[in-house]
C-alpha cells in the first residue's frame, strides 16, 4: 500500500463548478499537508499548505485536513478553464522529505 | 529571477549509455531535491541537499545513479548505465530555509523528460 493515495482521474466539470479533489494517507506522523498544481509540461508549483487538521482558505481554494481519517481535500470554488491541471497532494512529518500522491488530472471546460 | 533551470529539456538515449542531467537552483536557496515522475509512482524524492551536502539518498533506486552539488549553483544527476525502466521526467527543485515554522516552498525547474531506448 502506497503511503499517499490519490485517485488519477481525469475529472472533468464545466466551468464554475465547485471542484473536489482528494487524497488519503496511512502515516499519522504526517504533520504538513501541500497541494501542488502542475500544468502540462511544467513542474509542480506550491498552492497552499496546511499544518495538522483544520481548514485554510486563499480565494477560491479551500484544503481541509482530517487527520482522524487520514483524509485531505482541496476544493476550488467557481473552477475557470485555467485551473486545468493536474493536483497534487503532498505531506511530509516536519522534515524535507515530502511524499507525493500520483496526481489528479482536472480539466474544466469553458 | 529565472528560477530553477534544468538542461537538457529532453534526453533520448539507448540502453547501457551514460546520461547527464543538470540542474542551476535559484540563487540564495540553500537547499537543492531531485525528484523523478511517472506515471506509475508519481513524483519521487530521490535525493536532496543542503549547502551542497547530500543529506538523504534514500531515495536513489541503485548504484547506477549517483548526484552531485560542487557548488551553490551548479548540481547534476548521473544514470551509468541507463537502462529502459529509467525513462522518467526529472526534477530539480530547490527552497530556502527561512525558519519560522510551516514547509519551506520548493520552486521546481521545468524537468528533463528522459527516454531510454
Known amino acids: 500500500q502506497k503511503e499517499v493515495e490519490q485517485d488519477p482521474g481525469p475529472l472533468s466539470v464545466p466551468e464554475g463548478a465547485i471542484v473536489s479533489l482528494n487524497c488519503t494517507y496511512s502515516?499519522?506522523?504526517?504533520?504538513?499537508f501541500m497541494w501542488y498544481r502542475q500544468y502540462s509540461r511544467k513542474g509542480p508549483e506550491l498552492l497552499m499548505y496546511t499544518y495538522s487538521s483544520g481548514n485554510k482558505e486563499d480565494g477560491r481554494f479551500t484544503a481541509q485536513v482530517d487527520k482522524s481519517s487520514k483524509y485531505i481535500s482541496l476544493f476550488i470554488r467557481d473552477s475557470q478553464p485555467s485551473d486545468s491541471a493536474t493536483y497534487l497532494c503532498a505531506m511530509n512529518e516536519g522534515t524535507y522529505k515530502y511524499i507525493f500522491g500520483t496526481g489528479t488530472r482536472l480539466k474544466v471546460l469553458a | 529571477d529565472a528560477g530553477v533551470i534544468q538542461s537538457p529539456r529532453h534526453e533520448v538515449t539507448e540502453m547501457g549509455q551514460e546520461v547527464t542531467l543538470r540542474c542551476k537552483p535559484i540563487s540564495g536557496h540553500d537547499y537543492l531535491f531531485w525528484y523523478r515522475q511517472t506515471m506509475m509512482r508519481g513524483l519521487e524524492l530521490l535525493i536532496y541537499f543542503n549547502n551542497n551536502v547530500p543529506i538523504d539518498d534514500s531515495g536513489m533506486p541503485e548504484d547506477r545513479f549517483s548526484a552531485k552539488m560542487p557548488n551553490a549553483s551548479f548540481s547534476t544527476l548521473k544514470i551509468q548505465p541507463s537502462e529502459p525502466r529509467d525513462s522518467a521526467v526529472y526534477f530539480c527543485?530547490?527552497?530556502?530555509?527561512?525558519?519560522?515554522?510551516?514547509?519551506?516552498?520548493?520552486?521546481f525547474g521545468p524537468g528533463t523528460r528522459l527516454t531510454v531506448l
Open positions: 527543485a530547490s527552497s530556502l530555509n527561512i525558519g519560522g515554522g510551516g514547509p519551506d516552498t520548493q520552486y
Open positions: 502515516n499519522s506522523a504526517f504533520q504538513y
